[in-house]
């Protein structure tokens, strides 16, 4: 046996998956992209003034008189059982069908899209996901050793015509089909955009032909600002293909650390065993204790309305600032807006003078599961001030128009 040099620690001892990840740039990096002096239009974070601090310690005093003995104890005590009756409610009240015993929670949307992935992944494993997606569920795909691909996001949605090309070409020359197919299809992350209809029922006709699970990630389904509310995948789901992961990150507070799964039976009892001992029981209660008495219903009204003021002043803002080439996305919900920087624009390269300017975002090709991106850029508009918005959208307009000259403006 070859003896290793112990000044090496114990690197040579990753797993494979850690190994190969080692170098990806794909999660964490962004936690970097900070300046205190810089508006922060890179975090996709709730704006502080909208936590719910008085209403969290009255429910931690609730909790912990009314159950002083089980809260804090393993497993919690009744208020902890009761947030899966409470997350089934608000399943039904967006038609889906589901029980307590669906409903599988855990320390996060982050945790439970890990837990889905240990449920179904081998190493080698295809995902599709939706390009551009979510950062986080890039990193954690691959930390489980799945082959990522990704396919093409318009004004629409997910692409599933596009999708669909794929699995037939896929069939046709014996490439192994998608395990899995991960979506965010309302407000997307990082586009905002909202899937069709339409394109959410052949997604499911294509699950049931091709056989592979789609994992619907819904964390901002219910920051709607306009429009009418598209029926959730898990809703139309009438073949159990369909895992639901959503959170309380974005309506109540992502230090909560709380989300959970909803699938149907058999899968669900699965979740539990792989994860037995890791729910958090006490934000169980907690959460179930916050919740009496409609208060989260008013606490998500008044979230909607802050959440649009932002909204609206970053549109407004980029109307008035971004050169005429620059295109962007105009979510009906969510956090985030996406920005097409004009032809010969390489956002991530750009990154620095912006910071330098005064504002902070994340580059496109953070995004992609591939090296796609490099024109764009996701803004949020949830965490900063709506004048700090003002200020960080003519910063970043200013850095546009001084690498890439162009002529005129939208504001003449």
């Known amino acids: 046996m070859t003896q290793q040099d112990p ?19 794909v999660y964490g ?3 970097s992209i900070h300046n205190a002096d810089a508006v922060p239009l890179a975090f996709g974070f709730p704006y502080p003034e909208s936590f719910p601090n008085e209403e969290l310690a009255a429910a931690t005093d609730s909790l912990l008189s009314s159950e002083p003995e089980r809260a804090l104890q393993y497993g919690g005590g009744d208020h902890a059982d009761g947030l899966r009756d409470l997350v089934v409610d608000r399943a039904r009240d967006r038609g889906i069908d589901c029980a ?25 494993d295809e995902v599709v996901v939706e390009a551009p997606t979510f950062m986080g569920a890039l990193g954690i795909f691959r930390n489980h050793g799945a082959a990522v691909t990704g396919v093409t996001v318009d004004e629409e949605g997910l692409d599933v015509d596009a999708l669909a090309d794929d699995l037939v070409s896929r069939a046709q020359c014996g490439a192994a089909q998608p395990k899995l197919v991960y979506t965010i299809p309302d407000f997307q992350n990082p586009t905002g955009v909202t899937m069709a209809t339409d394109r959410r029922e052949r997604l499911l006709d294509l699950a049931e032909r091709y056989d592979f699970v789609v994992l619907e990630d819904d964390p901002y389904g219910r920051l709607r600002y306009e ?49 037995a001992g890791g729910e958090p029981s006490f934000t169980r209660g907690l959460i179930d204790r916050y919740c009496t008495d409609g208060r989260l219903d008013r606490a998500v009204a008044r979230l909607c309305e802050g959440y649009e003021r932002r909204r609206d002043r970053m549109l407004a803002s980029l109307e008035t600032h971004m050169p005429p ?34 504002v902070t975002y994340l580059p496109g090709t953070f995004f992609y599961p591939d090296d796609g991106g ?38 003449g």
């Open 29 to 31: 990096d962004w936690r």
């Open 325 to 358: 080439s620059a295109t962007w996305s105009e979510p009906s919900g969510g956090f985030f807006v996406w920005v097409e920087f004009p032809e010969g624009t390489d956002a991530e390269a750009m990154l620095p003078d912006a910071i330098d300017a005064g």
């Open 227 to 275: 429009g009418s509310e598209r029926p959730p995948l898990k809703a139309l789901d009438v073949d159990d293909r369909v895992v639901r992961v959503n959170t309380v990150s974005k309506t109540i507070a992502p230090g909560v650390r709380t989300g959970w799964i909803v699938a149907d039976e058999t899968t669900t009892a699965q979740f539990d065993r792989i994860d």
């Open 100 to 124: 307590a015993e669906t409903v599988h929670v855990t320390n996060g949307a982050t945790r439970a899209i890990d837990t889905v992935c240990r449920t179904f992944l081998e190493p080698g």
């Open 7 to 25: 000044s090496d620690g114990i690197e040579h001892l990753f797993a494979d998956t850690v190994r190969d990840t080692m170098g990806s740039a």
């Open 374 to 411: 490099r024109r764009f850029a996701r803004l949020s508009f949830s965490y900063a001030s709506p004048s700090a918005i003002d200020d960080g959208i003519e910063s970043l307009a200013r850095t546009v128009r001084d690498r890439v000259p162009v002529t005129g403006g939208k504001n």
